[in-house]
């Protein structure tokens, strides 16, 4: 089994700064793209940001310059740093991952989500 668990998320003031920790485990072979993903109330889940198992990335316009992911390929954690939060960044934040696990089957896993909350 794989199992994928975020953590980090909490309250925080507007300006303030959180990093967000998505660690995998379980039958891993091999993982390819992580992602995050966040979800806001009466909206739709969106795509936050992605990294490569190379180490490529790519942002939504939202939260360019002020989040940064990064990934440990030896430890099969993934990370969001995000600095300037706003009340709008305010959401269940879910990490996603394209991981070949050890019968070499590969699949998309979810985390269960962390919240994170900005004050104004």
């Known amino acids: 089994q794989v199992q994928l668990v975020e953590s980090g998320g909490g309250l925080v003031q507007a300006g303030g700064s959180l990093r967000l920790s998505c660690a995998a485990s379980?039958?891993?072979?091999?993982?390819?793209?992580m992602r995050w993903y966040r979800q806001a109330p009466g909206k739709q889940r969106e795509l936050v940001a992605a990294?490569?198992?190379?180490?490529?990335?790519n942002y939504a316009d939202s939260v360019k310059g002020r989040f940064t992911i990064s990934r440990d390929n030896a430890k099969n954690t993934m990370y969001l740093q995000m600095n300037s939060l706003k009340p709008e960044d305010t959401a269940v934040y879910y990490c996603?991952?394209?991981?070949?696990?050890?019968?070499?089957?590969?699949?998309?896993?979810w985390g269960q989500g962390t919240q994170v909350t900005v004050s104004s």
């Open positions: 996603n991952a394209e991981i070949q696990a050890l019968s070499r089957q590969s699949y998309a896993y």
């Open positions: 379980g039958s891993i072979f091999s993982i390819n793209a």
């Open positions: 990294i490569t198992n190379g180490g490529r990335t």
